[in-house]
């Protein structure tokens, strides 16, 4: 595999602000050999009050540091200032949520005995140094959700950030140490694609995050299943927006719109695959169209010029296949232009695939059955949204999407206290909530007799 530089380049002018160099083999071993020596001290000497302090801390520095973090982001991936600023205060909420309820979440739990002698209660504690590997849509929510719950258990963090965000990562790296985590409890690692592989076998290392593309993550997965390591991943996800009835078309326009250009439209759960009832399609298709070109003056560059110039050649790809074009104009470096795709034939690529970028397809359907059918047919199931004024139909369609999150009449309602996460080829494990500081713990049994 190749080796990553880990360097910031702005997308929006392609100029190059820093480099930093990459982490010799020694480099890793001494961040694996820190976390795994801190691990004693941090899961066992520690209460689960003090760790939480501690991440009150973290929280409060994300706070404190909000325009600085949000001007590194802004640099490294090209992302709205005002989202990077949403973004910093959205991860200081998660590490806030955990500093608030880790004691809560990690009481021990009695069991109820069937011949009602003794006791017997599942007990909660840390496995170790876990490996986490982030990718750059996101650089500290991602971090957060993975970081904010297992630091509460106990465990202690390795985090290999993505090679445009070195910056970012630094910058977490330090709010650790300032907020007075001790050394070797979240330690920051600019490792190669090699060097991560030969890190999941150590045997310091017990379980490894994950969040990023399908292709990477089973190639995590193979390798931390040779070594028997448990293993979260979070992939893509082409979820649907199924409009089935709607009270206030225009309002379910801008939500849908709103849900496809989350970030640019750089969102593994944003919505990508517009699922429209026969009788709204037209009006639904128009306005949604005319609402996407109109913002093509105001969207940013997406990460990089590479990523545009993929998701042109998704784009093309379409429409040599049959689908109708209708766009904002065309790419400029790391600029594309928002763009809608309808025509697109059941069962082809288009249908199917992940469009990272401000990219949406729409399809016309005749029913309820065919809306889910259409919803399902897709190897993700990361998340998914139902508008409909019929409560009934909400919760019937609800229940049949094979996905891991379903919003109702609502976009943008996630929340640290809900569980984030996927199924089929979106992966598996969940995150935030009270089923974030599940993943990697020991749910140890004891018995009394």
């Known amino acids: 595999m190749s080796t990553p530089e880990y ?29 795994h020596g801190a691990y004693q001290e941090w899961s066992k000497t520690s209460s689960v009050s003090e760790r939480a302090a501690l991440i009150r801390k973290v929280a409060d520095l994300h706070e404190e540091r909000r325009d600085e973090l949000a001007a590194i982001i802004h640099q490294e991936m090209g992302k709205p200032i005002d989202q990077c600023l949403g973004e910093v205060e959205f991860s200081a909420a998660i590490y806030g949520y955990y500093a608030d ?21 599942i007990h909660r504690e840390a496995l170790g140094v876990l490996l986490g590997v982030m990718p750059w849509n996101f650089p500290y929510y991602q971090v957060a959700r993975f970081a904010a719950p297992n630091l509460a258990l106990g465990n202690t963090i390795v985090l290999k950030h993505a090679p445009q965000c070195p910056e970012s990562a630094a910058a977490i790296e330090r709010i650790f140490g300032d907020a007075g985590f001790p050394e070797g409890a979240y330690v920051n690692v600019y490792a190669s694609h090699d060097q991560i592989a030969d890190a999941i076998g150590d045997a310091r290392v017990r379980g490894v995050s994950f969040t990023g593309s399908e292709r990477a993550g089973a190639q995590i997965a193979e390798v931390a299943g040779r070594c028997l390591k448990k293993v979260v991943l979070e992939l893509g996800g082409s979820d649907p927006f199924i409009v089935l009835s709607s009270d206030d078309l225009d309002a379910t326009v801008g939500a849908a719109v709103e849900a496809r250009m989350e970030n640019t439209g750089q969102a593994c759960n944003g919505a990508k695959r517009m699922i429209v009832i026969d009788d709204l399609y037209d009006e639904f298709a128009a306005k949604f169209t005319e609402r996407m070109i109109a913002a093509g003056d105001e969207v940013p560059p997406l990460s990089s010029a590479a990523a545009a110039e993929r998701l042109e050649a998704q784009v093309s790809r379409a429409v040599a296949d049959g689908a109708t074009l209708t766009g904002a104009g065309s790419r400029t470096g790391a600029f594309f232009p928002p763009a809608v795709l309808t025509d697109v034939a059941p069962g082809s690529a288009a249908a199917r695939e992940e469009f990272f970028g401000p990219v949406a397809t729409i399809f016309r359907v005749g029913s309820e ?70 993943e990697f713990a020991n749910k140890k049994l004891i018995r009394t007799a």
């Open 7 to 35: 360097v910031v380049n702005n997308p929006a002018t392609g100029e190059t602000l820093a480099t930093f160099p990459p982490a010799t083999d020694a480099d890793v071993d001494a961040a694996l050999a820190a976390a």
């Open 101 to 121: 309820n880790a004691e809560q979440f990690l009481l021990d739990r009695p069991i109820e005995l069937l011949d009602g002698s003794g006791s017997a209660r």
């Open 369 to 438: 059955d065919e809306a889910i059918e259409l919803a399902n047919d897709t190897p993700y199931g990361l998340g998914s949204y139902v508008f409909t004024t019929d409560p009934a139909q909400a919760e019937r369609v609800a229940l049949q999407i094979e996905a891991g999150m379903v919003f109702i009449n609502g976009v943008g309602i996630e929340g640290v206290e809900l569980p984030f996460g996927g199924v089929k080829q979106s992966g598996f494990g969940r995150e935030l909530g009270s089923l974030g500081i599940d």
